[in-house]
């Protein structure tokens, strides 16, 4: 078991590493980075330089904060995971970790994790994402909630894109949770048809708790 320091900061998480910062993100299928090997608790993780064009250099201008590189789901599922924001510490571990929350099931599509959330009593797939500085729901559900004004945001392949927010109450097992949300515009939110998800959970639902992510055991415990 290791513990690294945690930062929010531009509302993305970054694992501060010996060589600087590193994006969490478990949104992304494959790691990048500045550097082309990563050791974590004695297991070497070979990375390319980039991925789907994007690179450590536009990476630290898309998100406003300097960083070395990108960690997803093909480092990050390895791992138990005590994701502590309000500590500014991230748990990892080989074995299996603990935590007394609510224990709800994961699906995955690429490494990715899936998660239901139910909205107004419809049930939706989304990612849970800690890439994503909101979350998303590609359905027209969206419109009847408050609004939270317009947000500029950027997706690998795809670039920089604007949405429309809005403040929606999620239902995760027993516990409601109002995030804001937005759309994913044209080709990028029909992509998530692939995996049969219909949005995207972001990291807020991470930033006034401590929560226990185990990809092993398909778990996901708030």
């Not at 991925?51 to 990476?59: A, P, V």
């Not at 990050?76 to 309000?86: K, R, T, V």
């Not at 949300?181 to 807020?204: H, K, W």
């Amino acid at each position: 078991m290791t513990t690294i320091p945690l930062i929010h900061r531009n509302a993305h998480l970054f694992l501060d590493l010996e060589d600087g910062l590193w994006l969490h993100d478990t949104g992304a299928p494959t790691s990048f980075g500045s550097r082309s090997c990563l050791d974590f608790l004695g297991r070497k993780f070979t990375i390319d330089d980039s991925y789907m064009g994007l690179d450590s250099e536009f990476l630290s201008a898309s998100v406003g904060v300097e960083c070395k590189g990108l960690l997803g789901a093909d480092v990050l599922s390895a791992f138990d995971q005590i994701i502590d924001l309000p500590g500014g510490r991230l748990i990892l571990s080989f074995d299996e970790l603990g935590h007394s929350g609510e224990r709800l099931e994961l699906d995955e599509f690429m490494g990715i994790p899936i998660i239901s959330v139910t909205v107004s009593g419809e049930a939706f797939r989304m990612f849970f994402d800690t890439g994503a500085q909101v979350s998303y729901l590609q359905d027209d559900l969206l419109n009847k909630f408050p609004n939270a004004g317009m947000l500029e945001d950027f997706y690998p392949g795809f670039g920089q894109f604007e949405t429309e927010t809005h403040m929606v109450p999620f239902a995760l097992g027993q516990a409601i949770h109002t995030l804001r949300c937005g759309q994913l515009p044209g080709l990028l939110g029909m992509s998530l048809i692939m995996a049969d998800v219909q949005g995207i959970l972001g990291n807020a639902i991470l930033e006034e708790r401590t929560v226990g992510y185990f990809p092993r055991r398909n778990m996901l415990s708030l």
